[in-house]
């Protein structure tokens, strides 16, 4: 062994200094990574010579509770490479714009002084404005100067502001969460112009409809350490390992502390390697499963045997006890609504009644109203909206039955239906009557009603299964099979486990969801059949417990105080939201290519219509907004108010309505198509607009840029539209200018007309906030924004100042502007409709924020726009901050810090600066519940008047903590227990959501105050949802994918999914030469080895997928890991990476993931005025869909052209 | 007995996410360079697969490692006297296409692209010749059972099972896949060493390290085909070797090897083991069943007095005993066995050793071609989804007794957990159990203990390096300070 000895000689090693030099830095900072991940991770940024050289996790979190794993070190192989991009060659140093557009402007510009009138000579020219759209996405940039740039962007807002009204620009950026100023730069600017912008979270198909529906929230989730408490853990259509890198050690953990986890997939996915069982549910039946849980569930730990645990839940924090009222007809009965306590002799004089619901007392035999319904949170007196089993109108102790089997007066036959089978079926419910202002009525308990649904018999006759076995019987076992693929004793060892644990440990059980189930059409319903599974367990609002839905950074944290400052309610009330899915829907018209009403509908009544019929519906019914409002603009309709005498807003606002009464004024929505109701100028930052972020993205290149398109479908709903306009032929083109801000030239930017180069993640400060974990991070300036990069605060700043600027000859003095704003969900409009009633058809009166939107008139200064964006303003003195209904009074603490803060003047008057990003990093944090304890004590004190309950204390011993951006950069904190959020964070416990709901008693935002298992406005007794049930996925011949696509050769059809990547966050980083190394080179497309057999595929052959929407060509993955029928476009790599050329599409270039989608609305969701059904900004509304789509895929004939 | 300490390391698999997080981590310290770009010290391979480079722990085909022949061990590759003289010959290298070819792409060509037809897009382009390329390989080709037919089942530790297990092993019931992530082992019998004509690789004394001088090297690559694990590159911009360094700057500087302070996945521990040098050879000799056993009695008790006594005549100092009696590696690998060395066949007695992973239940298709799960509420053995053997093929050179017994604790653990913490499991199930697998609810707690909730500082404990002392062996520890040693790469130069 002579040779394997120690180096003695230290001389022989001085060497060693060559890596050490390596490993030398001059400075480390720290960040974070402002992209859509969820991650939320604190990274220490390396600095070099001036250079960033690379990024290390900080380890540095404060601990949890004693007995959990910490949450060092967070981060992931993509946050890991991020700065391979700050010196890459697709950096974007300078300000860009195309050659065509930037002849043509500089050639108006030399005829026109004023920089309007340029933009208005090119508007004019028609064939000037084909010219540059036509060159739209093909190269042939040009560098230019930022006030050139941003000259063209000012001229083209004033231009369409003055032409068409500022609500024809639109503003998309998504996810405030992961870096809260940028977003809020881009929209207070928005806000402050009057300009809509647009939601992502619905968008994205990231927004669970089922949690509104629910608990009306758009979500409420654990923070990931509370997995560990979790001691049944189920996954579904969420790849943890893949999607939630930094959080997955904590089940792993857990498992190793006696968890169980088990993984309902239809592939082997990296966390089914993870699982203890792997459950290949088939893609988009996962409800059926849950339905068949539930059924086991209700069966042998409801009907067969009690648990006293489960009981006493689902009586205090569900609707299952509350009574519904049976509809009879000549079909024989129906579930139909509440029974709304007005309606009874002893309740009848209640302030509320309508919105007021009862419920069986057994002690008195007597339905009982108890407190904390929606009607007791608007009323007139306070502090009755409260989950205390208390009779609302004189305090007695309520004792609410769950089932009326005892006590029943008769049993009827209800029809339930069976959607998947298109059958109904009669199962005996019972009943009691109660005497009501309508006579003597039949009513039943949610809970009963839940009974039957499942087809648990309890000893009634009817249509029930006989046993597990029965597969004809709705979801039962044996019925599921058919949909599922998995055997009925594997639902029922999953069943009788799941339950039991949550049996034997108060509800620790959690099933944790992401976008594999979310983004399918009927999402919703998947969602509420295992919530059931988890509800009728106990397992919500209990830490280990709980719906865990993963998807999309929708946790803005400091939400109250950042809306202030985003949304520009500092200066002006009714800001312009407007929910993504329609606005795509509509203004790319991918409604065009529907024909309705859609099998999914019901084939009568008011939803018996095309769905772009129901969406204008919807607008007109303050269900939803729309952007733009009026097919006039709406400085112009208060101009002409005026004329006509109308001065006040009231008169204004009424003149308005009575012209839409009339006709004489049209909603935009009702044409969509018309050049007049077009959205003109696009701004985009923090996004990728076109690309990933555009269902249906081919519509889109030909709606919106007028450039070419890869979609082959027809246009189908002429003839099935009734109120909408048909215009011929289909308008191309629409947007004059898409701008985007970027620091790497991506899909958006490379499609739009002016690329403004804005500063890294590493080269700004700003706010970072997750789900998954409590801390809130910053974004720190590492280096300078880089070449001629601006932060997004800067460029917004800039841009307010150009516009200013260039606005005198055109709006030279303040005006007026009308807002249309829909019904919002945590104001007194969660009262607004007991019935649906249409206005336009002559149902009632139009009554603005009753009947149809707010109209709100509100003043514009746009020469002083700049002077608003960079100050704060008094609004927020006198409104206080709200979030989710909290409102927080602020006067005296607006005083303290603008003491403190340095001082903006203007307009002879002094404010807090917002000039720069750190600035309103302050005002965020001062003002936020969740950074500074103050605020948080007082939104308690705020949530004691409402609720009657004692609550501060869950704030006192946090009342002196306040946390600024400094302390941030020194370690990460935890966020405050607030009231805006339902979790209690105190003495280092996990972070659950509906903690407050069920230990301190505080009703959930819904109708009854409870957690709903049952829906009953119109619209869900129309669609068959107003129970858990089970939908399947959209038929290939329902998705109209494969209408004109024709299969060549050797082909095959798949059911494509587009799950989240491994090597990207959705397109950021599948550029990243890092991961495309340690992937394949570009974005494969994976197909099962059988499959592959069958055309012709080898693994790493070249193949085209496409359908009517579009083509993808990529390379093969071949893998015995997917299942057969089904093929994986992991979602979103950038269409810039090297894909080819098309033969099956006259070839042009290949596109992305969602060149095969188009957007599918389903228009229960557009439900509004309703309790829970209510509208709010990306926590509300018709979510978009992707997985529903069919491809044929076939071997790439010849050799792939570039 | 001969004491050595050697920071050493545990991968716990049963937590490994496959995310790869480590092998960036170590990319962008070290390998970003020209020449470097394909170097992957830090990599990850997902099993059954044929790993990076392809195929490497075919030892018929690349000849690294050790043997026992004719008594003797000697290297694989071929004796030393024969190395000599074929010094310029290497018949059993890995060549480009076992690796990869690097390539990166055109990516100017979205800014600077002139109005054109069609949208541009960026192609590969090779980073070796600058010309443009095909993608056909990469560092991770076959990540999550990518190309299944052709990688996966073409696994060498396949060649134990039959041709209907191997088949087996990718229908729907049995699928199965897991995740091996590798650096180097810094043997304590290192084959690279032995390789090397040049004697440019040593072990550090201090800490086992196995480093490549970079003023030594002289290229000609027998380290590369010594090394049984293939974890030493040669780079072709320098024409020197280079290998995982175990980020000494950074560990001189107490903080754990970057690959290891990235890992999300919590798998990494690293700390002191303190073996027997005198012991290397005939540990190294002994036949392969009883390879593994033999390696941890060539790893010594820091709490033994004579080990301690002893380790103090060898110049080990307290504080580093102290370290050794507080590692996570030797309670995984000595305390407790769970921990077992990768290929020990190779006989390089690898430092590095890997808790195997718990994989689901397998499933059967019934009558109705319906999926249904085995019954077992966790992982088991009779359910496993993956045969034993290909497990004592990868970590105990086919000794199978060896792999069953450390899962057969692991699971214990997990059910007296379960008993514990939910009650389904009778506590006197937990009990026999706990007894079956020859362990004790004390051991189990530890094992979940530092399993589940150890922080960063238990993950990784990192001895002292007493760097002032080592510098005082070459220079005067002040003046080191105090001048060049704080970084001067190039001295200033007076005039032309």
């Known amino acids: 062994m002579s040779w394997i000895r120690d180096l003695i000689n230290p001389n022989a090693r001085t060497w060693e200094e060559f890596y050490r030099n390596r490993w030398q830095h001059d400075r480390v900072v720290r960040s974070t990574h402002g992209v859509n991940c969820t991650g939320s991770c604190s990274w220490m940024i390396y600095v070099k010579d001036g250079i960033v050289t690379w990024e290390m996790q900080a380890t540095d979190y404060p601990k949890l509770e004693a007995g959990l794993p910490g949450y060092e070190p967070r981060g992931c192989p993509r946050g890991i490479v991020f700065s391979w991009y700050i010196y890459s060659p697709l950096r974007i140093k300078y300000p860009y714009v195309r050659g065509v557009l930037l002849d043509a402007w500089r050639e108006a510009r030399s005829r026109h002084a004023d920089p309007v009138e340029a933009w208005t000579e090119i508007m004019d020219n028609a064939e000037a404005r084909r010219q540059y759209q036509a060159a739209r996405g093909r190269g042939g940039f040009r560098r230019t100067s930022w006030d050139e740039s941003l000259e063209i962007v000012a001229a083209s807002l004033l231009y369409t502001a003055k032409k068409y009204g500022p609500d024809r620009v639109a503003g998309f950026s998504p996810i405030p969460a992961m870096s809260m100023l940028s977003y809020a730069a881009g929209s207070r600017f928005l806000q402050l112009f009057g300009a809509p912008l647009l939601s992502f979270y619905d968008l994205y198909a990231d927004f669970p409809p089922a949690s509104p529906e629910t608990w009306g929230e758009k979500t409420d989730v654990a923070e990931s350490a509370d997995w560990y408490n979790s001691k049944y853990i189920v996954t579904t259509g969420s790849n943890l390992n893949m999607t939630r890198t930094p959080d997955v050690h904590f089940v792993a953990e857990a498992r190793n502390n006696g968890s169980k986890l088990v993984v309902l997939s239809p592939d082997f996915s990296e966390v089914a390697r993870y699982a203890d069982w792997w459950i290949p549910v088939h893609s988009g039946m996962d409800a059926a499963f849950w339905m068949a849980v539930d059924h086991v569930i209700l069966q042998e730990f409801h009907a067969a045997r009690q648990v006293p645990y489960f009981v006493n839940y689902l009586k205090r924090f569900s609707d299952s006890p509350f009574l519904v009222a049976l509809d009879e007809s000549e079909k024989g009965y129906t579930a139909g609504r509440f029974l709304r306590a007005g309606r009874l002799a002893r309740y009848g004089s209640v302030e509320n009644g309508d919105w007021k619901f009862l419920v069986f007392d057994a002690k008195t035999g007597e339905p009982r109203m108890p407190r904390g319904a929606i009607g007791s949170r608007w009323q007139a007196q306070k502090g009755r909206w409260n989950l205390e089993l208390k009779d609302d109108l004189d305090g007695t102790d309520i004792d609410p039955l769950l089932t009326l089997l005892e006590n029943r007066d008769a049993e009827l036959p209800v029809t339930f239906s069976d959607a998947a089978n298109n059958l109904t079926f009669q199962r005996n419910v019972p009943v009691k009557y109660v005497e009501t202002a309508d006579g003597r009525i039949a009513v039943t308990t949610v809970y009963d009603l839940l009974m039957a649904q499942y087809g648990i018999p309890r000893g009634l006759v009817g249509n029930y299964p006989q046993d597990y076995n029965d597969s004809n019987a709705p979801y039962t076992p044996a019925w599921q099979e058919k949909f599922t693929g998995i055997s009925r004793n594997t639902v029922i060892q999953f069943a009788r486990e799941f339950a039991s644990t949550a049996e034997k440990t108060g509800g620790k059980c959690t099933v944790i969801v992401g976008s594999g189930v979310n983004h399918w059409y009927h999402s919703n319903l998947h969602y509420r059949a295992s919530i059931a599974a988890l509800m009728l367990c106990g397992c919500i609002g209990v830490n280990g417990g709980g719906l865990n839905h993963y998807t999309g950074q929708e946790k803005l944290v400091p939400a109250a105080s950042w809306s202030t400052l985003a949304m520009a309610l500092d200066w002006t009330a009714s800001p312009r939201l407007q929910n993504g899915p329609s606005f795509h829907y509509v203004h790319s018209d991918q409604w065009r290519y529907e024909k309705g009403p859609l099998e999914a509908q019901p084939a009568e009544g008011r939803f018996a219509r095309h769905v772009m019929d129901l969406q204008a519906d919807a607008v007109r019914m303050g269900w939803l907004p729309f952007y733009p409002q009026f097919d006039v603009s709406p400085i112009e309709l208060v101009k002409r108010a005026a004329q006509e005498g109308a001065t006040t807003d009231e008169e204004i606002t009424q003149w308005v309505v009575t012209q839409l009464k009339n006709r004489r004024l049209r909603l935009a929505v009702e044409d969509p198509d018309a050049s007049e109701n077009w959205p003109r100028v696009w701004i985009i930052w923090r996004a990728n607009a076109i690309l990933s972020s555009a269902k249906g993205h081919e519509y889109f290149l030909k709606h919106y840029l007028g450039v070419h398109d890869n979609a082959i479908a027809d246009e189908v709903a002429k003839g099935s539209v009734e109120d909408v306009v048909w215009r011929e032929p289909t308008r191309t083109g629409k947007m004059d200018l898409v701008v985007d801000l970027n620091f790497r030239m991506d899909t958006s930017a490379l499609y739009s007309d002016v690329v403004l180069p804005s500063a890294t993640w590493y080269e700004k400060n700003d706010l970072n906030t997750t789900d998954l974990h409590s801390y809130i991070h910053p974004l720190g300036a590492a280096v300078p924004p880089c070449w001629e990069s601006k932060t997004d605060w800067d460029i917004f700043k800039a841009l307010s100042e150009k516009v200013s600027a260039l606005s005198t000859p055109h709006f030279p003095a303040p005006f007026r502007d009308i807002v249309s704003t829909p019904l919002l969900h945590d104001t007194p409009d969660d009262l607004a409709q007991p019935q649906v009633k249409n206005w336009y058809t002559g149902e009632c009166e139009p009554v603005p924020g009753k009947t149809m939107p707010h109209l709100t008139v509100v003043e514009r200064d746009y020469a002083n726009l700049h002077h608003r964006f960079c100050s704060l303003g008094p609004r927020l003195k006198e409104e206080g901050v709200e979030d989710r209904g909290v409102h927080i009074p602020v006067a005296d603490l607006y005083d303290r810090f603008a003491a403190s803060a340095p001082a903006y003047e203007w307009g002879d008057r002094t404010y807090p600066s917002l000039v720069d990003a750190l600035d309103a990093a302050s005002m965020v944090l001062y003002f936020a519940p969740e950074t500074n304890g103050e605020v948080a004590y007082r939104a308690f004190q705020s949530r004691e008047r409402e609720t009657g309950l004692k609550l501060v204390d869950l704030a006192e011993d946090n009342r002196g903590v306040r946390y600024d951006f400094e302390a941030l950069k020194a370690q990460p904190r935890r966020i405050l227990t607030s009231p805006c959020w339902s979790g209690i964070t105190n003495g280092g416990r996990p972070y659950t959501a509906y903690c407050q709901n069920t230990e301190r008693l505080i009703p959930w935002r819904t109708l009854t105050g409870r957690q709903h298992l049952y829906l009953d406005h119109e619209g869900y007794l129309a669609f068959g949802e107003n129970l858990p049930t089970f939908k399947p996925r959209i038929t290939l011949e329902a998705s109209l994918n494969l209408v004109n696509s024709v299969r060549e050769g050797k082909s095959i059809v798949l059911n494509c999914l587009t799950p989240h990547g491994k090597w990207h966050i959705h397109s950021t980083y599948s550029d990243d030469l890092r991961m495309l190394t340690l992937s394949r080179g570009i974005e494969p497309f994976w197909l099962n080895d059988k499959d592959a057999v069958e055309i012709g595929v080898e693994d790493n052959d070249w193949i085209e997928a496409y359908n009517d929407n579009g083509v993808i060509v990529t390379r093969a993955v071949v893998s015995a890991r997917i299942p057969t029928g089904l093929g994986f476009f992991y979602h979103a790599p950038e269409r810039t990476i090297a894909f080819p050329k098309s033969p099956m599409r006259k070839n042009r270039r290949g596109g992305g993931t969602n060149s095969i989608t188009r957007l599918r609305l389903k228009p229960v969701l557009m439900v509004g005025g309703y309790a829970q059904h209510c509208y709010r900004f990306n926590d509300y509304g018709p979510a978009a869909s992707d997985r529903d789509t069919y491809v044929i895929v076939r071997r790439l004939p010849g050799k792939p052209k570039w | ?496």
């Not at chain 2, 085909?61 to 010094?87: D, F």
């Not at chain 2, 090779?126 to 056909?136: A, D, P, Y």
């Not at chain 2, 045969?387 to 990868?394: D, E, N, Q, V």
């Open chain 2, 1 to 496: 007995m001969n004491v050595r300490s050697q920071v050493s390391m545990v991968f716990h698999l049963d937590k490994c996410i496959g995310c790869h997080t480590c092998s960036l981590a170590c990319k962008n310290l070290w390998t970003s360079r020209p020449g470097a770009e394909y170097m992957w010290w830090n990599n990850v391979e997902t099993k059954p697969g044929t790993g990076y480079p392809t195929l490497y722990e075919d030892q018929e085909q690349y000849r690294g490692g050790w043997e026992v022949k004719g008594g003797e061990l000697r290297l694989k590759l071929n004796t030393r006297a024969r190395e000599l003289l074929n010094i310029s010959y290497n018949p059993h290298l890995p060549a480009l296409d076992d690796y990869y070819e690097p390539w990166t792409y055109t990516y100017g060509d979205l800014i600077d692209a002139p109005l054109q037809e069609d949208q541009p897009v960026f192609t590969p382009i090779s980073l070796v010749t600058g010309k443009e390329m095909e993608i056909e390989a990469g560092p991770n080709w076959d990540d999550d059972l990518g190309g299944s037919g052709i990688y996966a089942a073409n696994d060498p530790n396949l060649k134990s099972l039959s041709d209907e297990e191997k088949e087996r092993l990718l229908d729907v019931e049995r699928i199965v896949y897991f995740y091996l992530p590798r650096i180097c082992n810094h043997c304590a019998n290192p084959s690279c060493v032995a390789a090397c004509p040049a004697g440019a690789i040593y072990k550090r004394g201090e800490d086992g390290i196995v480093l490549v001088s970079q003023e030594k090297c002289m290229g000609w690559r027998m380290c590369v085909s010594g090394c049984p694990y293939k974890k030493v590159y040669y780079n072709w911009e320098t024409g020197k070797s280079e290998k995982c360094i175990l980020c000494y700057p950074r560990l001189e500087t107490g903080q754990a090897p970057a690959c290891m302070h990235s890992c999300v996945g919590r798998i990494r521990y690293l700390g002191l083991l303190l073996y027997d040098a005198d012991r290397i050879h005939q540990t190294a000799m002994r036949p392969d069943h009883e390879l593994v056993d033999a390696q941890r009695e060539m790893i010594l008790d820091p709490f033994d007095p004579e080990v301690v006594r002893q380790a103090r005549n060898d110049g080990i100092g307290d504080a580093v005993l102290e370290s050794a009696r507080n590692s996570p590696v030797f309670k995984y690998v000595k305390k407790w066995k769970i921990a077992l060395p990768l290929h020990p066949e190779f006989r390089t007695l690898p430092m590095l050793f890997y808790v195997p992973p718990l994989l689901p239940v397998t499933g059967s298709t019934n009558d109705d071609g319906l999926y249904e799960s085995a019954p077992d509420f966790f992982s088991s053995l009779e359910s496993a989804r993956v045969p034993i053997r290909y497990m004592a093929s990868l970590f105990t050179a086919g000794d199978e007794g060896q792999v069953v017994a450390v899962y057969k604790k692991l699971m214990a653990g997990r059910l007296f957990k379960r008993a514990q913490t939910v009650g389904d499991v009778s506590t006197e199930k937990a009990a026999q159990i706990l007894v079956e697998a020859h362990t004790t609810p004390e051991e189990v707690e530890e094992i979940y203990q530092l399993t589940s909730l150890a922080g960063f500082d238990e993950r990784f404990v990192i001895p002292p390096f007493s760097r002032e002392a080592a510098i005082g062996l070459v220079q005067i520890t002040q003046t080191h300070q105090e001048g060049g040693g704080m970084g001067f790469l190039h001295e200033p130069r007076r005039g032309l």
